[in-house]
């Protein structure tokens, strides 16, 4: 994106959330982003290739300030670190995205509406986007799972970041149905979900006792 001298940046993002949150991708309308954006088809093409990079854009500032949001608690509320549990960490950043979505509804619709591109190409385009941030996030989570001794010492970090990074990162892929966004679902999805992946996974001793 050419940032110089977007005066209307602000009208262009928020006639471009309220169409890609209102439609899926391929019917979402550019002319009507610009239309309701104010702005003349020129000005757009100044600052953005196309309709796929007003998108990813998009996308790419709501993901940036969600993880924001979630250090910032974080560092302000250090009680809240849960220090080398990987486990413990994923369900914090997930409440704290959930709080985050109750204050920012149409971020966490897009996220929605993104999910259900599953399949199509913008889908992978954005994956190949946001992927490595967010892969870097995780593979320092993992690193300090490994130095607590929280996770099986047969597994190479590498495997450990390769598997942990893809069942985190594909969670709204496996609970995408419309009952799932409800934000208390959600959050009980992710304890259930967490459970399932650290009692697999994790070097301390499994949860439930299959004699219990």
């Not at 959930?98 to 399949?119: D, I, N, T, V």
């Not at 799972?145 to 594909?170: C, M, N, P, Q, T």
Request: include cysteine; glycine fraction near 4%.
């Amino acid at each position: 994106m050419n940032e110089k001298s977007f005066e209307r940046k602000t009208e262009v993002l928020e006639a471009a959330l309220n169409e890609f949150t209102a439609k899926s991708y391929q019917d979402a309308s550019l002319n009507t982003i610009i239309k309701n954006a104010g702005i003349s088809k020129g000005t757009f093409y100044y600052h953005f290739e196309d309709k796929q990079a007003l998108y990813l854009y998009l996308l790419e500032s709501s993901v940036k300030t969600k993880w924001e949001f979630i250090n910032d608690k974080i560092y302000h509320n250090p009680e809240l670190n849960a220090g080398g549990n990987i486990f413990d960490n994923f369900k914090l950043q997930a409440r704290l995205a959930a709080e985050f979505a109750a204050m920012q509804p149409q971020y966490h619709k897009l996220s929605r509406m993104f999910s259900r591109e599953q399949g199509n190409p913008i889908y992978i385009a954005a994956k190949d986007l946001l992927g490595g941030d967010t892969e870097e996030i995780l593979a320092a989570l993992i690193d300090k799972a490994i130095e607590a001794g929280s996770l099986k010492k047969e597994y190479s970090r590498d495997f450990l970041v390769k598997i942990l990074s893809y069942l985190f990162l594909h969670f709204d892929e496996i609970f995408d149905r419309d009952e799932d966004s409800d934000l208390d679902r959600m959050l009980s999805n992710l304890d259930s979900y967490v459970d399932f992946i650290q009692y697999g996974m994790s070097g301390n001793n499994i949860k439930h006792s299959c004699n219990e």
